[in-house]
């Protein structure tokens, strides 16, 4: 089967410059992709589930070369990475970075150029130099093991996966299980850690529900969840445990009711969902 960019129901990429060599790549399913580009290279920052050629779409919008990163190893973000013969991410993310959700997301995946693809490490702190442009690989785990944020100093934006986002953090779908209190410590240290750097962006550009977001209310709320969730105090939502699924969503099969009883847990503009069981990663096998 070839790739192509359009199926019979239509594109499946779109894309807007959200800035100066600045773009937002989105599909069918949503997701964000960002590409950024300096004088000599540029970034993509995630490669979605898969589907079609991502690389094609990149290749439309610039001519400079193009490093593949992840902010973290869920399929919906790595899925096109077969799309280039090497990828950038951390060692955590690389562990199910190549673990495709389901038989449809593996089917894209084996008709890709570069199913064996080499992956490189990179780790906090360091610098991707795109030619007068830099973007600093910040760690920030909670929602999942070696997730990292990618700050742009250029556009003083950044970037943050699925670890801070307008919809909801996902904590049920991490390589390894992690006691509730924990991984709202974790979280919260994450987004302490952003909070000290807030002089260094202006916007933050998560993956999944709506961009880009004004920082502070967003890192103040979820610090004040994450604390309120380890003290045993937060707002649980009645009903709209998930992503609108009832309480009980767990009785029918859909993608999530596997991990169990979901709760939804809000403070202000931060959302959380987390499983009433041990928050385990489960792929698609
Ligand atoms: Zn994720």
Not at 44 to 58: A, K, P, Q, Y
Request: net charge negative.
């Amino acid at each position: 089967m070839i790739c192509t960019n359009v199926t019979q129901s239509g594109a499946i990429y779109g894309y807007w410059q959200i800035a100066p060599d600045t773009w937002c790549i989105t599909n069918r399913w949503k997701n964000f992709m960002y590409l950024i580009e300096g004088e000599e290279k540029a970034v993509l920052i995630d490669t979605g589930d898969g589907e079609g050629n991502i690389r094609e779409v990149t290749e439309k919008i610039t001519k400079k070369p193009v490093m593949a990163v992840n902010t973290h190893g869920h399929f919906d973000h790595t899925g096109g990475n077969p799309c280039w013969p090497e990828v950038w991410m951390t060692k955590e993310a690389a562990l199910h970075a190549k673990e495709p959700f389901d038989d449809l997301h593996r089917q894209w995946y084996n008709n890709k150029r570069y199913p064996d693809y080499q992956i490189r490490y990179f780790e906090e702190g360091e610098t991707i130099e795109l030619g007068g442009r830099s973007l600093e690989v910040i760690s920030i785990p909670a929602h999942s093991e070696g997730s990292v944020a990618f700050l742009d100093d250029r556009m003083r934006y950044l970037f943050c996966g699925d670890e801070l986002e307008g919809g909801q953090v996902i904590w049920f779908v991490r390589n390894e299980p992690a006691a509730l209190k924990e991984q709202a410590l974790m979280h919260k240290k994450n987004m302490e850690k952003l909070m000290s750097r807030l002089d260094e962006f202006d916007w933050i550009w998560p993956a999944h529900n709506g961009a880009p977001l004004f920082p502070l209310p967003y890192l103040q709320d979820f610090i004040e969840l994450d604390l309120k969730i380890m003290e045993g105090t937060q707002d649980v939502q009645k009903n709209t445990a998930g992503f609108g699924f009832p309480e009980d969503h767990h009785a029918v099969p859909n993608l999530f009711y596997s991990y169990g009883k979901l709760k939804r847990a809000s403070n202000g503009l931060a959302n959380v969902v987390y499983s009433e069981a041990e928050s385990v990663y489960l792929t698609g096998k």
